[in-house]
């Protein structure tokens, strides 16, 4: 039990301290010519963000829903040829 509680103090510290740097990755040209820009910039610019992150999820997602439903194929294979063993 005591371990648990440990493993969980860990993994919160851990998740507090790589938040504040990932907060304060703001790049100074990026935000002032978000700054001096039109509306329709910005929303060509949270549309562009949207195009570079929605591809890879879906390919991460997929990626990984094929690992789980492939994931006792070899040993069930290998069990076969060698006779249940």
Request: proline share 4%; aromatic share 12%.
């Amino acid at each position: 039990m005591k371990r648990n509680w440990l493993f969980r103090i860990s993994l919160l510290a851990l998740f507090l301290a790589a938040s504040v740097p990932a907060v304060s990755q703001n790049c100074a040209l990026c935000y002032t010519q978000a700054a001096q820009s039109t509306a329709r910039f910005i929303q060509a610019l949270r549309s562009g963000i949207l195009i570079l992150i929605i591809p890879p999820m879906f390919m991460s997602v997929g990626f990984t829903v094929m690992a789980y439903r492939k994931r006792n194929r070899y040993h069930v294979e290998r069990a076969e040829r060698n006779g249940g063993w």
